[in-house]
C-alpha cells in the first residue's frame, strides 16, 4: 500500500510536536518500541512484514527484519538486554502477499473488493502463534522464532510486553494473558 505512516515526537514541556520520520517512508505501522539507551527506535510494519530501525542520533530508517513467517503486530524492546520481540498474528496469506505487491492504488480496491466478500468465501485468517526475538544491533542477523504453530496455546498475539525476563502476550483470541520465560 501507499506509504502514508510517519512518527512525531511531543514535547509536554513545550507543548510542541516534531516529525522525526516525515510520512511516504513507513507503511502501516503497527508497532514501535525504544531502545534501552533512547538511541534508536523499532517500527513493525505489518502488511510489508518487517521491522525498521530508525536512528535518532543520524535520522537514518533501516531494514532491520524483513520476511516474518506472518503479519508482525507491535514490538517491544527488553530494556536489559537490547533484544527486541515482535509478536506474529497470523500466519502469511499467499494471496495476500500478492495483493500487497500491487501497485498503489490498486492494492487497496483488491484489499476492499476482499473485505466485502462474505466470510464462507473470504481469505481464512490461518491460526498461529508466534514471538519473533532479534537484536537490532545485528541488522541481518539470525533472528530467533519462538512459535505455537497451530496458535493451540496462544494464537493470534498482537502484543509483547517484556518485564523481568518474561514476555506476557496479548491476544485476540484468548481471554487470558499468555506468558513466556526468557529464562528458558
Known sequence: GKKAGRVLEYDPATNQVKTLVKSGRISFANGISVDKDE?????TETFRAQSLKFDLTTNSLDVIVNQYTGYPDGCDCHQTTGLCYVPIASAGLKLMKIVHG???PIDRWVRNVLLTLPR???PKVVPYGAIVEFDPQTPGGSPRLIQDPNGQDVGMITGATVYQNQIYLG???ND???IY???K
Open 120 to 122: 464462507n468465501i473470504a
Open 176 to 178: 487470558f494473558v499468555g
Open 181 to 183: 520465560d526468557l529464562n
Open 171 to 173: 491476544s485476540l483470541k
Open 102 to 104: 500491487l501497485p498503489h
Open 39 to 43: 538511541t534508536y527506535l523499532v517500527i
